[in-house]
């Protein structure tokens, strides 16, 4: 990885700490009920980055699709294209181009392929545990 992005993962990763401690704190005062995964945690750290309210409304999606928004068909090679830029150059690389678009579609199937990514890194380097899901 190239030391650009080594250090927007820390970056993240040091959002993401602080977001989960807010988040925790909340939770144990009452605020709210339940905790979000740690995965919805990075999801809304990602999303403060990725999508600004005034930059992208909040693309619809389709009742009843099975797949995630990144692997739509017309948005996979793109969104394959922004990840590739990610982890070739920088995050701020690939958020440049894609909010270039002023697609929302494209931006937001790009947030979620980038949020999966790096929980994936977060997970491996032992700052996140892996989401279990229940049968």
Do not use: C, W
Not at 27 to 44: A, M, N, Q
Not at 49 to 70: H, I, N, R
């Amino acid at each position: 990885m190239a030391e650009n992005l080594e250090q927007e993962l820390s970056k993240l990763e040091q959002e993401y700490i602080e977001k989960r401690s807010e988040v925790e704190k909340r939770r144990e005062v009452g605020e709210i009920e339940k905790l979000p995964s740690e995965k919805e945690t990075l999801k809304e750290v990602v999303e403060e980055q990725v999508v600004q309210p005034s930059t992208a409304p909040t693309p619809q999606t389709t009742p009843g699709a099975d797949l995630p928004s990144y692997q739509r068909p017309e948005l996979q090679q793109q969104v394959q294209e922004l990840i590739d830029l990610t982890f070739d150059k920088s995050i701020k690389d690939a958020l440049i181009k894609v909010k270039a678009t002023h697609n929302p579609a494209l931006i937001d199937a790009f947030h979620d392929a980038l949020v999966d990514n790096l929980y994936d890194q977060l997970v491996e380097r032992g700052k996140i545990k892996e989401l279990k899901l229940s049968s």
